[in-house]
């Protein structure tokens, strides 16, 4: 019997459902995986009103040929325990002896508690039986605390090795490619310390404003949406002790243990909100969620003690682009040389580009004496290899197989959270800007960095 799989999709009128689940989930049937979609929802529709509703919803068109036979709509109440008996009913023509049941909460958290008792009502789950998984996002709670209820609930009717904390740019193809980076390249692993990195930035900058999410943001603002998932995941990522093997566990406890040495200066963040926020469509009256901010961290291990980590992350900036950068310290002789050298850097490129670029000096060519910055550089877009999958196809597919690498764990929030707490307590200034020039000039003025 062929392994078959059944997404059953809570919030399956969403956005998310929309732009990313139902797009990862045409491509891994075109790739020949058996999958099956019950679309949960209150709304009235049929498998093809739903799938036209879907349709429209999105600015890239779905896949209908591909989708038609595989995405079931079921109308339901989430709040009905009886109504998940009509899930169990749908289930069943779907379900063979090798049908592994994924279920997606692609909705907020205060309704996770309701959903997973209804289907442990059902008899839709079993504790520990890893045929049956569930998948959930950020924001894990809004604080340490809230977290471990959201987490509590969960725990109920699923074992941690059932759940899928899903972090999108853990999918990202430069993201998985950092501990290659860093671990299988002898030149990188001898000089990945503070002796020789003089500093690390991770920004994640974005274009558009909070477009029509204000009721989401605005309630969590960017420490939450962005730093305590996304941003606090490559620092790990970037910072971690050697793994004593590449097994999900073990890499996990390295990630852990680093954000478990991360402090943030109190004195160095900046936090900011852009112009214009306040008029945007259901932001609350004087709201002074962040929209933009700098953090300085030190990851206080022997490894990396010493050296400052910058992380910067914010909406309506001046580009879309995700990218870590490292610099290296200058060399012994570089004094010597009486030329304008300047120090190696690595660049990860993340998003929209992925790829690597190092730095270095070199000769300038000819009879005089003079240096050059030269860039080595790795493009994956030059590679030729068409499209790359998307982060949530290649996280839907470690999913269903049981991979668990690149989702979070349980300890890894906690260790997050405790972080993002202690800034959040901080009295909060928050800088009103104009534009990323403007945001760069009052950061050289409050701390003396200079922002790429
Ligand atoms: C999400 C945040 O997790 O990531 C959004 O909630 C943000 O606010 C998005 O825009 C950025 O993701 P990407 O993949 O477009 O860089």
Redesign the pocket.
């Known amino acids: 019997m062929k392994q078959s799989y059944l997404f059953t999709i809570f919030g399956s009128t969403g956005d998310l459902t929309a732009r990313k689940l139902l797009p990862a989930i045409t491509e891994l049937i075109k790739k020949s995986y058996d999958i099956h979609v019950i679309a949960v929802g209150r709304r009235i529709f049929n498998d093809d009103t739903y799938l036209t509703y879907m349709d429209e919803k999105t600015t890239q068109p779905l896949n209908k040929t591909v989708l038609k036979d595989r995405l079931h709509y079921l109308e339901m109440d989430i709040h009905d325990p009886l109504h998940y008996l009509n899930l169990k009913e749908k289930q069943r023509s779907f379900l063979n002896g090798k049908t592994k049941r994924l279920y997606y909460m692609a909705v907020g958290p205060e309704l996770f508690g309701v959903i997973t008792d209804g289907l442990n009502h059902a008899h839709l789950v079993k504790k520990d039986d890893v045929s049956d998984v569930v998948a959930f996002e950020?924001p894990f709670g809004e604080d340490l605390l809230s977290a471990e209820s959201i987490n509590a609930l969960l725990s109920k009717h699923f074992s941690e090795r059932q759940m899928f904390r899903i972090d999108?740019?853990l999918g990202k193809e430069m993201i998985q490619n950092i501990m290659m980076l860093r671990f299988a390249n002898r030149i990188i692993e001898d000089s990945w310390h503070n002796r020789s990195i003089k500093k690390m930035s991770v920004y994640?900058k974005?274009k558009d404003g909070i477009l029509s999410r204000a009721g989401y943001?605005d309630k969590v603002g960017a420490l939450r949406?962005?730093m305590q998932?996304?941003v606090l995941q490559i620092v790990s990522l970037l910072t971690m002790d050697i793994p004593i093997s590449y097994y999900s566990d073990d890499v996990k406890n390295e990630k852990v243990a680093a954000l478990q040495a991360l402090t943030i200066d109190d004195s160095e963040t900046v936090l900011g909100q852009y112009q214009g926020y306040l008029e945007e469509d259901n932001v609350i009256k004087n709201s002074t969620t962040e929209t933009f901010v700098f953090l300085k961290g030190f990851v206080n291990t022997p490894r990396f003690k010493g050296v400052p980590i910058y992380m910067i992350t914010g909406k309506n900036l001046d580009e879309k682009n995700?990218f870590i950068e490292i610099e290296f310290e200058e060399t012994s002789e570089q004094r010597k040389w009486h030329l304008p050298l300047s120090t190696n850097r690595l660049r990860i490129n993340i998003?929209p580009e992925d790829g690597f670029q190092l730095t270095l000096n070199a000769k300038v060519p000819g009879l005089r004496e003079g240096v050059q910055q030269v860039k080595l550089g790795y493009d994956v877009d030059n590679l030729g290899v068409g499209n790359l999958p998307e982060?949530y196809e290649k996280l839907l597919l470690d999913m269903m197989e049981h991979h668990r690498t690149l989702f979070t764990r349980w300890d890894e929030i906690q260790a997050s959270w405790q972080i993002i707490d202690l800034v959040l307590k901080q009295e909060k200034n928050i800088y009103t800007y104009k534009d990323y020039h403007d945001l760069i000039a009052y950061i050289k003025d409050k701390t003396g960095e200079t922002l790429l």
């Open positions: 950020k999108h740019y994640v974005e943001y949406d962005m998932s996304h995700a998003a982060a």
